[in-house]
């Protein structure tokens, strides 16, 4: 058995488990013009589960984080109970034609698998490697990128051949497919709760942990500001990736497979790339001032060369590269930045709050860029205000979020410590 008691058993494998079984929520495009054909419904009212997925996710992690912080062997149980149920639910409404409850299935109940499935490895990784945080949470959170890699795949095999017009050839394997799913990501999520455990003599909740202090936290300027360029990050992020296959198709270029791949690539690499950079810098939230300086040196370089309409297509696959990368990048330095400024000890709880800001993102990121069309038919208006929107999430880095340490339990920071021997 000493033989298992490693980072990478522990820690790094079952977070890809869990990771890679959750993160296949980004397959949805996939199927979501499959399952409104079949129950005869419009894509549009069919999108709303997706949304409300994401919604529940973001809002189940800012209720769960105290959940996960207390016990991480019942928190990665109940996120594959809730994630399984939600995904053969999905398969069993599809079944009987009822959009309510794919909306309460995909969206809620498999929303909750979500948010606490995401939080669950997180805290353990940067236990284990408590010198590389950012290393630690790029590898999880680059399982949840790179599940739409792995799953599509099995997912177009599992849905079969389609006729001329791109309908399923058999409409039943829609509902099939979820059920077959269901199985394997039991599985797999089920070995991630077995093997995950936090280092040996590590106490699960800590008394400091057990004293936060949400007040505290939610009036923190510094948490304020860490949530506002995590919202503005992913809303500029999923307005430009929901946008992709558009823009392509605009500037006539037609290898759209392929930029969506490179893409796919991309935001798993920065996962990675940018968390681990971050372990390297003396402040990680110059992490995000780089990643907002490239977005914002990307959309610069196309508006220079004459907008949409001019631009070469190389400029525009490089700024959904970079943007791609930026987005998953954000969401992998956040846990160690939150660390750094709130403590390990409360981690789970502090992580999860900041993670509403992913959930009101999932709503207002796709309808931002959707209006911006609607309105103006101009995708040089839309980089515009995402533009804007980047530049004001670099002030915010720069002026808001300070590198002192918050105090929010019976812990006290570096800055409250200097306060007090000055004062004595």
Not at 247 to 275: D, K, Y
Request: aromatic share 12%; glycine share 10%; proline share 2%.
């Amino acid at each position: 058995m000493g033989k298992l008691e490693n980072k990478w058993i522990r820690a790094v494998l079952p977070a890809l488990f869990i990771h890679c079984s959750i993160g296949t929520v980004y397959c949805w495009s996939l199927f979501k013009d499959d399952i409104a054909s079949y129950i005869g419904e419009s894509v549009s009212s069919v999108e709303w589960a997706f949304s409300l997925a994401i919604f529940v996710l973001g809002m189940s992690a800012a209720f769960g984080g105290k959940l996960v912080e207390k016990d991480i062997h019942k928190s990665s149980l109940l996120s594959a109970i809730f994630f399984v149920a939600g995904m053969a639910g999905t398969g069993f409404f599809i079944y009987q034609k009822s959009l309510i409850g794919i909306y309460i299935s995909y969206g809620i109940v498999m929303g909750i698998g979500l948010g606490i499935g995401y939080l669950t490895p997180v805290k353990t990784l940067m236990l284990w490697f408590d010198k590389q945080k950012g290393l630690a949470t790029g590898l999880a959170v680059a399982g949840f990128g790179l599940a739409k890699v792995i799953a599509s795949p099995l997912m177009e095999r599992l849905l079969g051949e389609r006729n001329s017009e791109g309908a399923l050839v058999q409409a039943t394997n829609i509902y099939t497919m979820f059920f077959i799913l269901a199985g394997i990501y039991l599985a797999a999520m089920v070995i991630g709760h077995v093997l995950i455990k936090k280092p040996a003599g590590y106490e699960e909740e800590s008394a400091s942990a057990r004293s936060f202090s949400y007040k505290k936290v939610l009036k923190s300027r510094t948490f304020i500001g860490v949530w506002l360029m995590f919202y503005i990050n992913i809303t500029c992020g999923l307005a430009l990736i929901s946008q992709e296959k558009g823009m392509l198709a605009f500037i006539g270029f037609g290898a759209i497979g392929l930029v969506s791949s490179l893409t796919a690539i991309f935001n798993a690499g920065g996962r990675i790339a940018f968390s681990a950079w971050a372990d390297r810098l003396k402040d990680r939230n110059s992490i995000y001032k780089i990643i907002f300086t490239l977005s914002i040196a990307a959309i610069l370089l196309i508006i220079l060369f004459g907008g949409m309409q001019n631009t070469v297509a190389l400029l525009i696959i490089a700024l959904l590269c970079v943007v791609n990368a930026g987005y998953g990048g954000g969401f992998s330095s956040l846990p160690p930045l939150l660390s750094d400024r709130f403590g390990l000890d409360s981690i789970s709880t502090v992580h999860g709050l900041a993670l509403s800001a992913w959930a009101l993102a999932g709503l207002s990121g796709n309808q931002l860029s959707a209006y911006i069309l609607e309105k103006t038919g101009s995708y040089d208006m839309m980089l515009y205000v995402i533009l804007a929107l980047f530049t004001i999430a670099a002030l915010i880095s720069t002026f808001v979020v300070k590198p002192d340490r918050v105090f929010v339990g019976n812990e006290v920071s570096n800055r409250d410590k200097d306060e007090n021997i000055i004062a004595s």
